[in-house]
């Protein structure tokens, strides 16, 4: 009796560890296919990232450069900070109406 409680204490110890074996090769498993699912995700977000710029870079190599200038200046704006007020001292007010009233390509620049 004494040594039949043994052996089914020497198998179940067996059996647990072998359970566990099974426990730890699935979850190694899992891990694996996990990773390499993130690395494909990564690929393919990094793909698409740079179809996405080398479009960005086409449509504006193709552009003509005042729109450049003007989607540049739109953006720049987009940014600033929000200006609430502005004062012009008499001095820089004149020399602006100045430059307003000569003609294009006139003299005095």
Same mark, same amino acid.
């Given at each position: 009796?004494?040594? =039949? ?5 020497? &198998?179940? %110890?067996?059996? !647990? ?6 426990? +730890?090769?699935?979850?190694?498993? !899992? ?7 993130? /690395?494909?995700?990564?690929?393919? +977000?990094?793909?698409? &990232?740079a179809e /996405? =710029?080398?479009?960005?870079? !086409? ?6 450069? $005042?729109?450049?200038? /003007?989607? %540049?200046? +739109? !953006?720049? %704006? ?8 502005? +004062? ?5 007010? $004149?020399?602006?109406? %100045? ?11």
């Amino acid at each position: 009796l004494v040594e =039949q409680r043994g052996i089914n204490t020497r &198998r179940e %110890a067996e059996e !647990r560890a072998a359970a566990d074996g099974v426990r +730890t090769e699935a979850e190694a498993a !899992r891990k694996v296919r996990l990773a390499h699912a993130d /690395a494909e995700a990564e690929r393919e +977000t990094g793909a698409a &990232r740079a179809e /996405a =710029q080398a479009a960005w870079l !086409r449509v504006h190599g193709e552009a003509d450069p $005042s729109t450049l200038h /003007a989607m %540049a200046a +739109t !953006r720049l %704006a987009e940014n600033l900070p929000r200006i609430e007020s502005i +004062t012009l001292s008499p001095d820089v007010l $004149s020399g602006l109406l %100045a430059r307003l009233g000569r003609p294009q390509g006139g003299a005095g620049s």
